[in-house]
């Protein structure tokens, strides 16, 4: 079983910066793809970022494009998620999420397991 801690939400104004963690344990973070969601009120959670087992190959919703960068470190268990040039439609509950296998990594049933979620607040 893999649990996942997600860390680094907070209270930010318009054009500022977050770091988001995601601790992983259970399992050796290299046989997991990784990815973030997020999750606004009123709204079905959706796909931000994905990276590859060895961080090769990493992709990225439309609306973070040039914003946010994913990242991970395998040897600290921990997969990163560095959100610059924050806007208020930003504000949402990002949910770290792990895959052992499959093609897919845009779906949110595509990945085996999620962290608890971490607040993001972007004022304007």
């Known amino acids: 079983q893999v649990q996942l801690v997600e860390s680094g939400g907070g209270l930010v104004q318009a054009g500022g910066s977050l770091r988001l963690a995601c601790a992983a344990s259970g399992r050796t973070f290299s046989t997991l793809q990784m990815g973030w969601f997020r999750q606004a009120p009123g709204k079905e959670r959706e796909f931000v970022a994905a990276?590859?087992?060895?961080?090769?190959?990493?992709d990225y919703a439309d609306s973070v494009k040039g914003r946010f960068t994913i990242t991970r470190d395998n040897a600290k268990n921990t997969v990163y998620l560095q959100m610059n040039g924050l806007k208020p439609e930003d504000t949402a509950v990002y949910y770290c999420?792990?895959?052992?296998?499959?093609?897919?990594?845009?779906?949110?049933?595509?990945?085996?397991?999620w962290g608890q979620g971490t607040q993001v607040t972007v004022s304007s």
């Open positions: 999420a792990a895959k052992i296998g499959g093609a897919g990594f845009v779906r949110d049933y595509d990945y085996d397991y």
């Open positions: 990276i590859s087992r060895f961080g090769r190959f990493t």
